[in-house]
């Protein structure tokens, strides 16, 4: 009879502890420390992988989830943030992830997460923290109105965008469509991308070729085939308002049509 009372009791203090660690376990957090990463402290989601594995903690519950789809285990940190307002941090790791930024959320990639593509929502106010490009995006409706390079100690603001419309005939090479002078410009600016468009796409073998140049660095964009529009890949360059030219022009290969189009740089002013 003792002895199966002692039994009884043990076997009470056992599931009693096990409540307790339960309870415990299962105790929301709010927020999630962040062992591994350059600045972030917290976060409402954190994402990590492992053995070609992703995974996903949820800071309000503890509840860890799990997949082989990067895309959606991140999104739905994101997805589930942007209601009121979160962050989700993604640790180190090989990823191959194209993710879309809502608004109300920061999205905070830890200096060795790779492979990841970052959209921005139509609309939304938020923040990229990238560290392994070394770069801070602000976002508001959906547009970048500062960005912080952190490789080159630099702050870039509103992007600009410089229209240039023109009317070629067909044929034409080389002609220099805009020349804008040194000390045309108030402030340096980072040319980050152009973009050409034109009325009446090339055709046949036919090509229409535009480029950008501060005599050191060179944009390009060619059109080809039925292509009425494309951007520039790459290239980046900062441009030196007080010393250097910044000069655009045109070329189109024989056989084409006349064409007219629009060239738009995009930039942002370095203070």
Same mark, same amino acid.
């Given at each position: 009879?003792?002895?199966?009372?002692?039994? !009884?009791?043990? @076997?009470?203090?056992?599931?009693?502890?096990?409540?307790?660690?339960?309870?415990?376990?299962?105790?929301?957090?709010?927020?999630?420390?962040?062992?591994?990463?350059?600045?972030?402290?917290? !976060?409402?989601?954190?994402?990590?992988?492992?053995?070609?594995?992703?995974?996903?903690?949820?800071?309000?519950?503890?509840?860890?989830?799990?997949?082989?789809?990067?895309?959606?285990? @991140?999104?739905?940190?994101?997805?589930?943030?942007?209601?009121?307002?979160?962050?989700?941090?993604?640790?180190?790791?090989?990823?191959?992830?194209?993710?879309?930024?809502?608004?109300?959320?920061?999205?905070?990639?830890?200096?060795?997460?790779?492979?990841?593509?970052?959209?921005?929502?139509?609309?939304?106010?938020?923040?990229?923290?990238?560290?392994?490009?070394?770069?801070?995006?602000?976002?508001?409706?959906?547009?970048?109105?500062?960005?912080?390079?952190?490789?080159? !100690?630099?702050?870039?603001?509103?992007?600009?965008?410089?229209?240039?419309?023109?009317?070629?005939?067909?044929?034409?090479?080389?002609?220099?469509?805009?020349?804008?002078?040194?000390?045309?410009?108030?402030?340096? $600016?980072? @040319?980050?991308? $152009?973009?050409?468009?034109?009325?009446?796409?090339?055709?046949?073998?036919?090509?229409?070729?535009?480029?950008?140049?501060?005599?050191?660095?060179? $944009?390009?964009?060619?059109?080809?085939?039925?292509?009425?529009?494309?951007?520039?890949?790459?290239?980046?360059?900062?441009?030196?308002?007080?010393?250097?030219?910044?000069?655009?022009?045109?070329?189109?290969?024989?056989?084409?049509?006349?064409?007219?189009?629009?060239? !738009?740089?995009?930039?942002?002013?370095?203070?």
């Amino acid at each position: 009879m003792e002895r199966k009372l002692v039994v !009884a009791l043990l @076997i009470g203090v056992i599931i009693g502890a096990i409540v307790v660690v339960s309870m415990t376990i299962a105790f929301p957090s709010n927020s999630i420390g962040i062992e591994k990463g350059s600045f972030a402290v917290t !976060a409402s989601y954190l994402v990590w992988e492992k053995d070609s594995m992703f995974y996903r903690k949820d800071g309000f519950t503890g509840e860890v989830s799990s997949g082989i789809n990067d895309t959606v285990l @991140i999104q739905y940190g994101i997805d589930q943030a942007t209601a009121n307002g979160g962050s989700v941090f993604v640790k180190a790791g090989n990823y191959n992830a194209t993710l879309t930024l809502k608004d109300n959320v920061t999205l905070i990639l830890d200096k060795g997460a790779v492979n990841i593509t970052v959209l921005v929502d139509t609309d939304a106010t938020c923040k990229l923290e990238d560290y392994e490009r070394g770069i801070e995006e602000h976002y508001v409706n959906g547009t970048i109105n500062m960005a912080i390079d952190y490789a080159n !100690a630099r702050v870039y603001y509103v992007p600009l965008i410089h229209f240039v419309h023109f009317s070629m005939s067909a044929g034409v090479t080389d002609i220099v469509v805009h020349l804008l002078p040194a000390g045309c410009f108030p402030n340096n $600016m980072h @040319i980050t991308e $152009m973009t050409f468009s034109v009325d009446v796409a090339p055709g046949g073998a036919s090509t229409l070729n535009a480029s950008l140049t501060d005599g050191t660095t060179t $944009m390009f964009v060619e059109l080809s085939g039925s292509q009425t529009s494309c951007c520039s890949v790459g290239n980046e360059f900062d441009f030196d308002a007080n010393s250097e030219n910044l000069t655009l022009t045109y070329s189109q290969s024989a056989g084409g049509s006349a064409s007219k189009g629009t060239i !738009a740089i995009l930039n942002h002013n370095i203070p």
